[in-house]
């Protein structure tokens, strides 16, 4: 059994956590093309839930959206190793010892690496989600980690006590 303070995650709150973070990270997807593409985007989207007509190549869009998310979720990830997601859920990224793993080390290898494999396999196959689904299939393991975790060397652990800032 693990000590408390660095209890793995259940499927359940990880699930969830994912959930709201999904559900943000929709919201800023359509500010970024909104911010980029302005009404012709936000007419064609609640028009149709087809195709928006947003050219492929067109990166401005997917930029701003990303810098949506690191001024949302950057701050407490930085801070705590938490998402929205992750805060509600009371959850956070430990590194393999319990403690806070670098931001670097989270927006790089635990975000940056999958997030950008997820872009080029929409680009160039079409095949959106299918790192998502890749990424997803080893926390059915015994160790409860995605790839994502096992590439940042990092799990999910539950929080106890206050969510106060942790040291790196």
């Known amino acids: 059994m693990e000590p408390e303070e660095f209890q793995t995650a259940r499927l359940a709150q990880r699930f969830w956590a994912a959930m709201i973070d999904g559900i943000l990270e929709f919201m800023l997807v ?5 911010v980029i ?3 012709e985007f936000a007419e064609r ?3 149709s839930f087809e195709t928006i007509g ?3 190549t067109d990166l401005r869009a997917p930029v701003v959206t990303m810098l949506f998310w690191l001024l ?3 701050y407490p990830l930085h801070l705590r190793g938490q998402t929205i997601g992750k805060m509600a859920m009371k959850i ?5 010892r319990g403690g806070k793993p670098s931001f670097w080390r989270i927006i790089f290898l635990r975000y940056g690496v999958v997030g950008l494999v997820g872009v080029i396999l929409e680009t160039f196959a079409g095949a959106l989600g299918l790192i998502a689904l890749i990424d997803v299939i080893p926390i059915f393991g015994k160790q409860r980690r995605c790839l994502h975790d096992y ?3 990092t799990r999910v652990v539950v929080v106890t006590g206050s969510l106060r800032p942790l040291r790196t």
């Open 30 to 34: 359509a500010a970024g093309y909104l």
């Open 37 to 39: 593409h302005g009404s």
């Open 45 to 47: 989207l609640t028009n």
């Open 54 to 56: 947003v050219p492929e």
């Open 72 to 74: 949302l979720q950057g």
């Open 92 to 96: 956070r990224i430990a590194d393999l």
């Open 151 to 153: 590439l940042a060397r």
